[in-house]
C-alpha cells in the first residue's frame, strides 16, 4: 500500500522550539511504522518562506527576506537531522517547481475566485486577516506592542463560505477524520456559524515577497493560501505520478493553532479542485515549560538542542512522544525529563536489557540457545498510532517492560544457576527462562522501531545472531541532575 504523511511547514521567522520537534517526531513515528508494516511511504515536511513577517525579520537583521529563509530553513533541516526524522522529502515555499504549481492551482480554483476591496485588520505576527466579530478590541489600538494593521486594499477572494456544508458533512460523517474529538468539535461549531469568503492575495506595493498570481502582476498570493498547497506540490500536482498514486494524505499532522486554516480552508481548496480530502487531520496540543507559556520576555525559552545535547535522540523522543499527552496540551520540566529518563529509560528499560545480556554471557558463554520472539497481542500499540495517540502506545510497550522486569524478579535466574549441579534439569530452565528474556526484549525492540528507532537497533544488535553482543557501557547512562543554562536569545 501507499502511505503519505505530512507535517505542517513552519514558519521560518523564528528558531525552531520544541513545538515543531514535537510535531516532526510525532509524524515520523507514523512514517516509520507504516515502513515497518510494509507500505510505500511519502513522508514530506518543509518550510513556508513568504509573508510579511520575514520581510521585517530580514530588514531588522539587515539582510534580504531570501537569505534570511535560506538561513532558517536550514536549521530546520539540522534539527531534524538531530532527531532522527526520516522525511523523505522538505519543501520550501520558495522552491520555483513550488511556485510555479502554486500558480497552476490558482488557475484550477478561478471559478471560486474573484476581486473585491478588502476593509479590515490584518494580524501580521499570525499572518491573517482578521474579521471585526473575532478581532481583539485591544489589538486594535496603535498603541498596543501587537497591534493590528488596519488595511483597505483590493484582494482576489476564495469562495470559502459556499463550500461551508459540504465540509461540514464530511467531517460529520467522518470520511475527513478530525482527531481528537475536541479539535473535530471545536472547528465543527466555526462551521456552525458558517465560513466566511476569505481574502488570498495582497498588492505587490505593499509586499512583493510572494507568488506571483497569475495574470495580475499587481498581486501575489497570500502567504498562507500558498503555504497550504504545499501538500499538493511537493507530490507534483497536477500531472506527477507520486500525486496520482499518493493522493489522499492518510494523515496530515498540525498544531491546533492553524486548525482553521488545515480543517476549512484547506478543505475548501480541494473540493474547489476537485480532488479527494486527506483521510485524516491530527491535530496536537502546546508545550509549556513547568506549567508556564514559553515566551522571550519571560526568559523561559527551552530550545531542542539544549535537551538533545544533555540527554541525546532517542530519550528526547521518547519525553515528548510518551509524557506529552497525544490529545492534550503537555508540560515540559527537567525534573519530570530526568525522571523519565533515569526510572524508565535507564532503571527499566536499560536493567532490563544488561540484566538479560548479562546472565546469558555469565551462565551460558553468551549463547542465548533456541528463542523465540515473545507474542503478546501489539493490537492495542498499533491501534494507538493509528489513532495517533502515542502516548498510549508507549504505555502498552512499557507494560511489557515492566512485565519482564517483573518476570526477571520472579523466575530469578540466578538462584536457578545455583541449583545446576545438583539438579540436571535446572539447565534445561535456565536457557529456555533466559530464551524467554531474550524473545520479549526483541519484541519490545520490534514495537520500539517507530518511537526509539536507534535504541531498537542496539537492543535487536545485543540479541538477534543467537550469540551475545555486549553493549559497550549501557544503553542510557544515569544522567546528573544540574540543568543547561537557559537559551540564549
Given at each position: 500500500?501507499?502511505?503519505?504523511?505530512?507535517?505542517?511547514?513552519?514558519?521560518?521567522?523564528?528558531?525552531?522550539?520544541?513545538?515543531?520537534a514535537?510535531?516532526?517526531?510525532?509524524?515520523?513515528?507514523?512514517?516509520?511504522?507504516?515502513?515497518?508494516?510494509?507500505?510505500?511511504?511519502?513522508?514530506?515536511?518543509?518550510?513556508?518562506?513568504?509573508?510579511?513577517?520575514?520581510?521585517?525579520?530580514?530588514?531588522?537583521?539587515?539582510?534580504?527576506?531570501?537569505?534570511?529563509?535560506?538561513?532558517?530553513?536550514?536549521?530546520?533541516?539540522?534539527?531534524?537531522?538531530d532527531?532522527?526524522?526520516?522525511?523523505?522529502?522538505?519543501?520550501?515555499?520558495?522552491d520555483?517547481?513550488?511556485?510555479?504549481?502554486?500558480?497552476?492551482?490558482?488557475?484550477?480554483?478561478?471559478?471560486?475566485?474573484?476581486k473585491?476591496?478588502?476593509?479590515?485588520?490584518?494580524?501580521?505576527?499570525?499572518e491573517?486577516?482578521?474579521?471585526?466579530?473575532?478581532?481583539?478590541p485591544?489589538?486594535?489600538?496603535?498603541?498596543?506592542?501587537?497591534?493590528?494593521q488596519?488595511?483597505?486594499?483590493?484582494n482576489?477572494?476564495?469562495?470559502?463560505?459556499?463550500?461551508?456544508?459540504?465540509?461540514?458533512?464530511?467531517?460529520?460523517?467522518?470520511?475527513?477524520?478530525?482527531?481528537?474529538?475536541?479539535?473535530?468539535?471545536?472547528?465543527?461549531?466555526?462551521?456552525?456559524?458558517?465560513?466566511?469568503?476569505?481574502?488570498?492575495?495582497?498588492?505587490?506595493?505593499?509586499l512583493?515577497?510572494g507568488?506571483p498570481?497569475?495574470?495580475?502582476?499587481?498581486?501575489?498570493?497570500?502567504?498562507?493560501?500558498?503555504?497550504?498547497?504545499?501538500?499538493?506540490?511537493?507530490?507534483?500536482?497536477?500531472?506527477?505520478?507520486d500525486?496520482?498514486?499518493?493522493?489522499?494524505?492518510?494523515?496530515?499532522?498540525?498544531?491546533?493553532?492553524?486548525?482553521?486554516?488545515?480543517?476549512?480552508?484547506?478543505?475548501?481548496?480541494?473540493?474547489?479542485?476537485g480532488?479527494?480530502?486527506?483521510?485524516?487531520?491530527?491535530?496536537h496540543?502546546?508545550?509549556?515549560?513547568?506549567?508556564?507559556?514559553m515566551?522571550?520576555?519571560?526568559?523561559?525559552?527551552?530550545?531542542?538542542?539544549q535537551?538533545?545535547?544533555?540527554?541525546?535522540?532517542?530519550?528526547f523522543?521518547?519525553?515528548?512522544?510518551?509524557?506529552?499527552?497525544s490529545?492534550?496540551?503537555?508540560d515540559?520540566?527537567?525534573?519530570?525529563?530526568?525522571?523519565?529518563?533515569?526510572?524508565?529509560?535507564?532503571?527499566?528499560?536499560?536493567?532490563?536489557?544488561?540484566?538479560?545480556?548479562?546472565?546469558?554471557?555469565?551462565?551460558?558463554?553468551?549463547?542465548?540457545?533456541?528463542?523465540?520472539?515473545?507474542?503478546?497481542?501489539?493490537?492495542?500499540v498499533?491501534?494507538?498510532?493509528?489513532?495517533?495517540?502515542?502516548?498510549?502506545?508507549?504505555?502498552?510497550?512499557?507494560?511489557?517492560?515492566r512485565?519482564l522486569?517483573?518476570?526477571?524478579d520472579?523466575?530469578?535466574?540466578?538462584?536457578?544457576?545455583k541449583?545446576?549441579?545438583?539438579?540436571?534439569?535446572?539447565?534445561?530452565?535456565?536457557?529456555?527462562?533466559?530464551?524467554?528474556?531474550?524473545?520479549?526484549?526483541?519484541?519490545?525492540?520490534?514495537?520500539?522501531?517507530?518511537?526509539?528507532?536507534?535504541?531498537?537497533?542496539?537492543i535487536?544488535?545485543?540479541?538477534?545472531?543467537?550469540?551475545?553482543?555486549?553493549i559497550?557501557?549501557t544503553?542510557?547512562?544515569?544522567?546528573?541532575?544540574?540543568?543547561?543554562?537557559?537559551?540564549?536569545?
Amino acid at each position: 500500500m501507499n502511505y503519505y504523511v505530512t507535517t505542517s511547514i513552519p514558519y521560518v521567522n523564528g528558531e525552531p522550539h520544541v513545538g515543531h520537534a514535537l510535531e516532526f517526531i510525532m509524524t515520523d513515528v507514523l512514517a516509520r511504522a507504516a515502513r515497518q508494516r510494509g507500505d510505500n511511504v511519502i513522508f514530506t515536511t518543509g518550510s513556508d518562506e513568504h509573508g510579511t513577517k520575514n520581510v521585517q525579520t530580514a530588514e531588522r537583521m539587515g539582510i534580504t527576506p531570501q537569505q534570511l529563509v535560506d538561513q532558517m530553513s536550514s536549521r530546520f533541516i539540522s534539527l531534524m537531522q538531530d532527531l532522527n526524522i526520516s522525511n523523505d522529502r522538505f519543501i520550501r515555499t520558495t522552491d520555483k517547481d513550488h511556485e510555479r504549481r502554486a500558480q497552476i492551482i490558482w488557475k484550477a480554483l478561478e471559478k471560486d475566485i474573484y476581486k473585491a476591496k478588502y476593509v479590515g485588520w490584518y494580524d501580521v505576527k499570525e499572518e491573517e486577516f482578521v474579521p471585526e466579530s473575532k478581532a481583539d478590541p485591544a489589538r486594535m489600538k496603535a498603541d498596543h506592542p501587537q497591534a493590528y494593521q488596519k488595511l483597505e486594499e483590493e484582494n482576489y477572494f476564495f469562495r470559502l463560505s459556499s463550500y461551508t456544508e459540504q465540509i461540514k458533512k464530511v467531517i460529520t460523517d467522518g470520511s475527513f477524520r478530525v482527531v481528537p474529538d475536541t479539535r473535530r468539535n471545536e472547528i465543527l461549531a466555526v462551521l456552525k456559524e458558517g465560513l466566511e469568503d476569505i481574502s488570498i492575495s495582497r498588492p505587490k506595493e505593499k509586499l512583493d515577497w510572494g507568488v506571483p498570481v497569475p495574470g495580475d502582476k499587481d498581486q501575489v498570493m497570500y502567504v498562507w493560501f500558498e503555504a497550504l498547497m504545499n501538500y499538493i506540490t511537493v507530490l507534483g500536482y497536477p500531472e506527477g505520478d507520486d500525486f496520482k498514486n499518493f493522493w489522499p494524505a492518510n494523515v496530515q499532522v498540525v498544531g491546533k493553532d492553524i486548525l482553521r486554516f488545515h480543517a476549512a480552508i484547506w478543505p475548501g481548496i480541494l473540493m474547489s479542485l476537485g480532488i479527494p480530502l486527506p483521510k485524516q487531520l491530527y491535530v496536537h496540543g502546546h508545550i509549556t515549560l513547568d506549567g508556564k507559556k514559553m515566551s522571550k520576555s519571560l526568559g523561559n525559552v527551552v530550545a531542542p538542542g539544549q535537551i538533545l545535547e544533555k540527554y541525546g535522540t532517542d530519550p528526547f523522543r521518547y519525553y515528548f512522544l510518551r509524557h506529552i499527552p497525544s490529545y492534550n496540551d503537555g508540560d515540559f520540566s527537567w525534573d519530570a525529563f530526568e525522571s523519565s529518563y533515569n526510572n524508565e529509560l535507564a532503571n527499566e528499560l536499560g536493567n532490563a536489557v544488561q540484566r538479560t545480556a548479562a546472565m546469558v554471557m555469565k551462565y551460558q558463554n553468551g549463547n542465548i540457545g533456541t528463542f523465540n520472539q515473545a507474542e503478546h497481542d501489539s493490537t492495542p500499540v498499533f491501534q494507538n498510532i493509528e489513532d495517533c495517540r502515542f502516548d498510549r502506545a508507549l504505555d502498552e510497550i512499557w507494560d511489557q517492560v515492566r512485565g519482564l522486569n517483573q518476570y526477571i524478579d520472579e523466575a530469578k535466574p540466578w538462584q536457578i544457576a545455583k541449583s545446576i549441579e545438583k539438579k540436571k534439569d535446572d539447565a534445561d530452565h535456565l536457557q529456555e527462562v533466559l530464551a524467554y528474556q531474550v524473545g520479549c526484549l526483541m519484541e519490545i525492540a520490534d514495537l520500539l522501531v517507530p518511537f526509539l528507532p536507534d535504541t531498537a537497533a542496539k537492543i535487536k544488535a545485543v540479541f538477534e545472531t543467537g550469540v551475545v553482543r555486549p553493549i559497550q557501557g549501557t544503553l542510557f547512562p544515569k544522567a546528573e541532575p544540574a540543568p543547561p543554562a537557559p537559551a540564549k536569545e
